[in-house]
């Protein structure tokens, strides 16, 4: 909405593609973490802890995380732009959406790391915490 509501500009069209397109995929990631974690139980209670068919529905479940945080890492970052740069009358809707977004890539990286628990030193742990970082970050400046 605060894309929308913005001046026209060549920069704002940008932002209206870029959140569309995080809005689209956002909107997918919803299914597919559900489907993946009943994958990842499923395929578990049919092979075992350590099968390599659990070790791959993991992987699967934990992609769905990553995907999120990163996207909510990108939503922090077109809305902390917004937020200052764009239509005044919508800052409070860009901030908000914003640090919602700083919050769901936290939590998605909560995830990623409860998820790899038993795998140590898993570098998308650090991915995911990087992101996150990168989110809270843009929130984070919006309070100046």
Known sequence: MAAR???????NRDSIAAAERLRAHATGLAGADVAAYERY???RRLHGKQSPQTIEALDGAVDVPMQVT?????????A??????????LRGDAATGCWLAAAAASAAAVLVEENLAGIPDDGRVAAARASAQ?????????DG
Not at 5 to 11: G, L, M, N, T
Not at 70 to 78: I, N, Q
Request: proline fraction near 5%; charge should be negative.
């Open 5 to 11: 509501f913005a001046a026209d500009s060549p920069a």
């Open 80 to 89: 902390a732009t917004l937020a200052k740069d764009g239509n005044p009358r």
């Open 41 to 43: 139980v499923e395929t």
């Open 134 to 142: 990168r989110a809270l970050a843009a929130a984070a400046g919006l």
């Open 70 to 78: 990163d996207a909510a890492a990108e939503v922090a970052t077109l």
